[in-house]
């Protein structure tokens, strides 16, 4: 009989979420964000990612972080648990989230979860930031 040895576990644990949320201009519009973070949501799994989303975002609103406004209306919200760190862009500009991007590959954790609850180009599904766009190219660039 042959044994085996058990599956390693990996030094990453814990999660990242990266929220991405356009400007609302109407309340059917924030109507429509808030409709996509909670699709975004749903698809995470508590059981692969072993981090609890519902727990970790009672935390955050306990908390309630105020966020950074920079310009043009930007905001940036950053909360971290030991099991969860979280990035909320609003109104983004391209070389903000291309930053938030690249901090998220860079983590120590397991888990990375983007939601895009923002406008994008029809046919092509670039975002639209508040000074450009977002392109699935630029998106794997910030894997190099």
Same mark, same amino acid.
């Given at each position: 009989?042959?044994?085996?040895?058990?599956?390693?576990?990996?030094?990453?644990?814990?999660?990242? %979420?990266? *929220?991405? /949320?356009?400007?609302? @201009?109407?309340?059917? !519009?924030?109507? %429509?964000?808030? &409709?996509?973070?909670? &699709?975004?949501?749903? +698809?995470?799994?508590?059981?692969?990612?072993?981090? =609890?989303?519902?727990?970790?975002?009672? /935390?955050?609103?306990?908390?309630?972080?105020?966020?950074?406004?920079?310009?043009?209306?930007?905001?940036? *919200?950053? $909360?971290?648990?030991?099991?969860?760190?979280?990035?909320?862009? *609003? !109104?983004?500009? /391209?070389? +903000?989230?291309?930053?938030?991007?690249?901090?998220?590959?860079?983590?120590? +954790?397991? !888990?990375?979860?983007?939601?895009?609850?923002?406008y994008t180009f029809?046919?092509?599904?670039s975002w639209i930031?508040?000074?450009?766009? @977002?392109? $699935?190219? =630029? @998106?794997?660039?910030? @894997?190099?």
């Amino acid at each position: 009989m042959v044994e085996t040895a058990p599956p390693q576990l990996s030094p990453l644990s814990g999660a990242y %979420l990266l *929220i991405v /949320v356009g400007e609302p @201009f109407s309340e059917e !519009h924030k109507k %429509l964000i808030l &409709q996509k973070i909670q &699709q975004g949501l749903y +698809t995470w799994n508590s059981g692969e990612t072993h981090v =609890d989303i519902e727990n970790e975002l009672n /935390v955050i609103s306990d908390c309630a972080p105020p966020g950074e406004e920079a310009r043009g209306g930007e905001r940036l *919200i950053q $909360f971290a648990t030991e099991n969860l760190v979280t990035e909320v862009l *609003i !109104h983004p500009q /391209v070389n +903000t989230l291309q930053q938030c991007m690249k901090n998220m590959l860079a983590s120590f +954790t397991k !888990h990375r979860h983007i939601i895009h609850a923002g406008y994008t180009f029809a046919g092509q599904g670039s975002w639209i930031l508040q000074d450009g766009t @977002f392109s $699935f190219e =630029d @998106f794997a660039t910030a @894997f190099e």
